[in-house]
């Protein structure tokens, strides 16, 4: 999980997509079960981010379960979705029939240029083996004058969620899972500077990163340990396939490092993103 932002070699792009096609179709449902509140705490300053209001044609990139779509939707704007997992697309479908889920890969996506007045992307930017082509593509389907918003995780030291696991990890020494090619870094849109320079680099006008800051609280360590592993791509997927005595070693280092954040309440953990957003102004 190192810091690294090599582009990827096609063949090492391709890698990745299969591995987050798998983990996501794996992790369906006890991401969202977990993660998704997580993940939602980021909703709404990401339309707000984007401009979105009734009326607004919106396209929700890397949807997973379609919560963002949702938001959207309740607010007035028609919706469309999509993520290359199949398994996140039919948990979409289900729990929203109203919207139009769509099974697409974000440097793909099947619709005209200028279709969309909005484009978002939760926590999707970290997964994608080219974030410049994938910025691209989203800015090709925006309308002129539209804005596209994506969110993305501060340092792992201020988004404690998933910085517990990579710590207890590292700790424990962990390797990555052989089917993550190792140029790929989900730490690299946590730095602000390169996720301002992602959004000015494509082309876009009136670029703003803006830090936000929320706890969302998790019953104990055998909840976070249950919920980490059935949400995070490589980070669950490192230690799934360690042996029991290693992955025993990754948990009680993880316990004495939520020990920190434990209150009557249960663990209070500190979440951190960043939204980063531009507007395509191009004729
Ligand atoms: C952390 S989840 C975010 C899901 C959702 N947006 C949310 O807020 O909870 C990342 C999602 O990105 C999707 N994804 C990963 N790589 C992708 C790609 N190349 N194109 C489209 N979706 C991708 C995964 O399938 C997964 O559903």
């Excluded at 090492?12 to 179709?25: V, W, Y």
């Excluded at 082509?133 to 501060?154: I, M, P, Q, Y």
């Excluded at 140029?183 to 301002?196: I, Q």
């Excluded at 992602?198 to 249950?226: C, E, N, P």
Aim: with cysteine; proline share 5%.
């Amino acid at each position: 999980m190192a810091n690294a932002s090599l582009p990827l070699s096609a063949q090492d792009a391709e890698r990745l997509r299969r591995f987050e096609r798998e983990r996501h179709d794996t992790l369906a449902a006890t991401y969202h079960d977990f993660f998704t509140p997580i993940t939602a705490l980021a909703i709404q300053p990401l339309l707000d981010a984007a401009g979105v209001g009734a009326g607004s044609n919106l396209l929700d990139i890397a949807t997973g379960p379609g919560s963002v779509a949702a938001r959207a939707r309740r607010l007035g704007a028609a919706c469309t979705g999509v993520d290359l997992s199949q398994g996140m697309i039919a948990l979409a479908r289900v729990s929203h029939p109203d919207i139009d889920f769509r099974i697409a890969e974000v440097e793909h996506l099947p619709f005209a240029d200028r279709s969309f007045d909005v484009v978002v992307c939760n926590f999707g930017l970290g997964h994608f083996p080219w974030p410049e082509a994938a910025v691209a593509e989203c800015a090709r389907t925006l309308k002129v004058g539209g804005r596209v918003a994506f969110s993305w995780w501060d340092q792992p030291d201020k988004q404690r969620v998933q910085g517990l696991f990579r710590e207890a990890v590292a700790e424990v020494g962990a390797a990555l899972p052989p089917d993550v090619p190792a140029g790929h870094s989900n730490l690299r849109f946590c730095d602000a500077t390169e996720f301002r320079k992602l959004l000015v680099g494509a082309g876009l006008d009136d670029v703003r990163v803006d830090d936000h800051r929320a706890s969302y609280t998790i019953a104990d360590v055998d909840t976070l340990w249950r919920g980490g592993l059935g949400s995070f791509a490589v980070t669950a997927s490192a230690i799934v396939h360690q042996d029991a005595a290693t992955q025993a070693a990754i948990r009680a280092s993880l316990e004495r490092r939520a020990a920190v954040y434990r209150t009557p309440a249960g663990l209070v953990l500190p979440v951190a993103f960043r939204i980063g957003s531009g507007q395509r102004s191009d004729q």
